[in-house]
């Protein structure tokens, strides 16, 4: 089946510093990217929807200028955590929408702790 | 607005039991229906959807969901856990005009005695 590579699948930072995840999908189109965050024991919350070559549309509440998504290209989106501190920490995963099937596929995660 | 509703947080059964997940949904109309699974420290595998026609969807690894538009419930069973079914399980709604945007419910988190 198709796959969605999210990469790094952990990482720690120091407080301030920016990091960022990749989300490609390896083996079809994506035009639309979704980027969810999971808090422990929690379900999935979306930030954002991002379409390949246009902006990314944020859900209320979430910052844009604290979390950068650019989707490039049909098989990357990226998210940057911008000056992340300790409540950034978080488990981020992506899914990505098959072009051509409309079929909706999610990375495998990536883990954030924020020293 | 659509939402999602699982009522059991938590969920025990012994190896070889019946399972039932419980599933709610708020939606204007019909919606896409979703089932996955995660594990621990891991993304999120498809169990089965539903979109459209026969009400009664057959899934991987053993699992069905019953799509009950009177209940606006979704379901998921599966006739005998294995203890390699212990996961937390989420049921998701998306709108047919959404692309694919979802909205998660809680999660259940199944626990399989042995």
């Known amino acids: 089946g198709a796959v969605v590579s999210q990469h790094p699948s952990r990482v720690i930072c120091k407080s301030g510093t920016s990091v960022k995840i990749e989300c490609r999908s390896l083996d079809f189109q994506a035009t639309t990217m979704f980027w969810y965050r999971q808090f422990p024991k929690k379900s999935l919350m979306l930030m954002a929807t991002?379409?390949?070559?246009?902006?990314?549309?944020?859900e209320q509440g979430v910052e844009k200028d604290k979390f950068l998504i650019n989707h490039a290209s049909l098989t990357l989106s990226t998210l940057t955590v911008t000056s992340a501190h300790p409540e950034d920490s978080s488990f981020y995963i992506c899914?990505?929408?098959?072009?051509?099937?409309?079929?909706?596929?999610f990375g495998e995660g990536s883990r954030l702790t924020v020293l | 607005a659509q939402s999602v509703t699982q009522p059991d947080i938590h969920i025990t059964v012994s190896e070889g039991a019946s399972l039932e997940l419980r599933c709610n949904y708020s939606?204007?109309?019909?919606?896409?229906l979703f089932w996955y699974v995660q594990s621990p420290g891991q993304g999120l595998q498809l169990l089965l959807k539903y979109f459209s026609g026969d009400t009664l969807v057959q899934g991987i690894k053993g699992f069905e969901a019953e799509f009950k538009r009177s209940q606006s419930s979704f379901n998921l069973r599966k006739p005998s856990v294995h203890w390699s079914d212990a996961a937390e399980y989420f049921c998701a709604v998306g709108a047919r005009n959404a692309g694919n945007m979802l909205t998660f419910g809680g999660g259940t988190r199944l626990m399989v005695k042995p």
């Open positions: 939606y204007g109309a019909t919606p896409y």
């Open positions: 899914s990505g929408r098959d072009y051509h099937t409309g079929e909706l596929f």
């Open positions: 991002s379409n390949e070559g246009s902006k990314a549309t944020y």
